[in-house]
């Protein structure tokens, strides 16, 4: 089944401790991206990538850092995570972006940071 | 970045009612897309509409990329149409998403 899978679903934390977030995906896309949902502010990107080793920042990259050493995976790293980064945070992929391709998301990780 | 708004931010629909959710865009655009984020959260994708008319059974899109909006269309609506829909876009010159806050749709019984 083409998917994407993100892991854990739910994460409890405290400041400061360094997390990773995983994501990956079996459909052999190339563009994949990290968004969080907040409430009243829709979903905001915070990195995306075109393709392995290439990386560029969204809206919202502060306090996060991701990777791309293969197609499939795209992990999102909080080094030093702080409360207002408590949020449901979405992967998705597509086959590219900008063209006639739609994205197809993960199941998102409610991350609590206290 | 591209300022994306929509509109109503919340409905409420009887079963079998219509009703159309509107995107406005601050920007030329090269991709726009719908989702659907079910009470849930899980986001599906619904249309990828950068201009021009699509249908999917009882939903239909249609975006006036000169014009900077976009419409999506729910005829008959059930109560498993409930829940947020996004409208999102990339601009011309680049590859980074923007999303709208969202409609949120009720429909009751």
């Known amino acids: 089944e083409a998917q994407v899978t993100q892991n854990p679903r739910y994460l409890i934390t405290v400041t400061g401790k360094k997390l990773t977030v995983t994501c990956s995906q079996n459909?052999?896309?190339?563009?994949m991206s990290w968004y969080r949902q907040d409430p009243g502010l829709g979903l905001r990107q915070i990195y995306y990538?075109?393709?392995?080793?290439?990386?560029d920042k969204g809206d919202v990259p502060e306090g996060y850092k991701v990777s791309r050493k293969e197609k499939r995976n795209f992990p999102l790293i909080l080094e030093s995570p702080s409360p207002n980064q408590t949020s449901l945070y979405f992967c998705?992929?597509?086959?590219?972006?900008?063209?006639?391709?739609?994205?197809?998301f993960g199941s998102g990780t409610r991350l609590t940071v206290v | 970045g591209i300022q994306v708004e929509q509109s109503p931010p919340d409905l409420i629909l009887q079963e079998g009612a219509n009703s159309t959710l509107r995107c406005n865009f601050s920007d030329s655009v090269n991709n726009l897309q719908w989702f659907h984020q079910n009470p849930w959260g899980q986001l599906i994708n619904l249309f990828y509409i950068p201009s021009g008319t699509k249908q999917n059974g009882r939903l239909s899109a249609t975006t006036v990329a000169t014009e900077r909006y976009s419409l999506l269309y729910i005829s008959s609506s059930q109560t498993t149409d409930s829940g947020v829909y996004f409208c999102a876009v990339a601009m011309n010159t680049g590859n980074q998403f923007y999303f709208g806050t969202g409609t949120s749709l009720t429909v009751i019984p």
């Open positions: 990538s075109m393709n392995v080793e290439v990386t």
């Open positions: 459909m052999n896309h190339e563009y």
């Open positions: 998705a992929s597509s086959l590219s972006a900008g063209t006639a391709y739609g994205y197809t």
